[in-house]
């Protein structure tokens, strides 16, 4: 019988060459039927300890692959989540998707990770390419998309996840906070501070504007409206951050407290005001926003804003499955708020 087996094995190995390892082979290999193979797959409660053993060691000797787009036909599920972000290489996305990942790890579910850029056409190019793998849901960045993303995102009738912004009118959910807010809060807080005159360093992302025109029009309502503002690409980095300082800086417009829309570019602006022999917060406060990692060790230590990460990818992976299985107490709009951290650049 073991010479049986091993003959077994390589046939089943020699497939590879004209075709992937099948169920049957796996079956064959561990004396089962292939309805035991799917069950230890699918369901390893319904299989004795011993039957799950033979056919595990039959799978791990064979090398095969469950394919779940086959298996999916009959529940009509992938357990596939896509998940879009405007940025890979941005730190500020990862505790988010780290933890959705977890989340739906636990339930079954694996990630499809996309980078959507900062652009609604760069976004709708992606969903095209992920659709067509159909994903049980989709988890989106922001709440800014093109009608043809809309479309396609209705007529796929999938739980949608929108995150990182508000709306009172999203696509199924939203998991988030308001950018709005963020840009009035922070106005408020420097101005109760003692602040008297502001600039803006902000990158071009629609999110990140709408902070900016909220401080703007926060300040304005208390009759501040000279306000220095310089506008980087994005994604901000390090670079932009000194570049954008030197040009306020520069300005003519005499500052005495910069927000930025990233704590990357607050770092920046900490060390070109340091090369400039300015002193923080004596001649110059600043404030950023994510809390980044970084964000508590800058000399001096960066004021931010604080969004809970961790948080928003938690909830929105239980959003995701709560739609999935279909629970109608899912909530369709789940603000996680926000906290302005003062630190040493603003104290």
């Known amino acids: 019988m073991a010479k049986k087996n091993n003959q077994l094995v390589h046939k089943s190995l020699s497939n590879r060459s004209t075709g992937s390892v ?7 290999l561990a004396g089962v039927s292939p309805i035991t193979v799917s069950r230890v797959l699918n369901q390893p409660a319904l299989v004795s300890s011993s039957t799950a053993e033979k056919v595990n060691s039959a799978i791990m000797r064979t090398g095969y692959v469950p394919n779940l787009l086959a298996g999916g036909l ?8 896509a998940v879009l972000i405007p940025s890979i290489i941005n730190p500020v996305y990862a505790e988010t998707v780290k933890s959705l990942i977890d989340r739906l790890g636990e339930s079954g579910y694996q990630v499809l990770l996309g980078e959507s850029g900062f652009s609604t056409a760069d976004e709708e190019k992606l969903l095209v390419s992920i659709l067509s793998r159909r994903p049980d849901a989709v988890f989106l960045t922001g709440i800014t998309h093109s009608s043809e993303s809309r479309r396609k995102l209705m007529n796929a009738k999938i739980p949608v996840v929108e995150t990182w912004d508000l709306t009172n009118t999203p696509l199924d ?44 029009k926060t300040l304005d309502a208390y009759g501040i409206n000279d306000v220095s503002s310089i506008i980087v ?24 407290a910069i927000f930025c829309s990233s704590d990357t570019l607050a770092n920046g602006v900490l060390i070109e005001a340091a090369a400039q022999g300015l002193s923080i917060p004596g001649d110059l406060a600043v404030v950023g926003f994510g809390d980044q990692s970084f964000s508590a060790y800058t000399f001096p230590a960066l004021s931010t804003v604080k969004i809970n ?31 302005i951290i003062e630190r040493d650049t603003t104290s």
Not at 233 to 256: D, F, H, I, T, W
């Open 22 to 28: 099948t169920l049957s082979d796996v079956a064959k």
């Open 74 to 81: 009959a529940s009509r599920r992938s357990r596939l989540i």
């Open 173 to 216: 959910v939203v998991v988030g906070f308001s950018h709005e807010k963020v840009g009035e809060q922070v106005a408020k807080f420097l101005v109760d501070k003692g602040y008297k005159s502001f600039g803006i360093l902000s990158a071009d992302d629609k999110r990140a504007q709408v902070r900016q025109r909220s401080f703007l």
């Open 233 to 256: 690409p994005a994604p901000p980095n390090l670079k932009l951050g000194r570049m954008g300082a030197e040009q306020l800086l520069a300005s003519g417009v005499k500052s005495e």
């Open 309 to 339: 990460r961790i948080e928003m990818g938690s909830r929105a992976a239980e959003a995701i499955i709560g739609r999935i299985d279909g629970d109608a107490d899912v909530k369709k709009i789940i603000d996680i708020g926000f906290q």
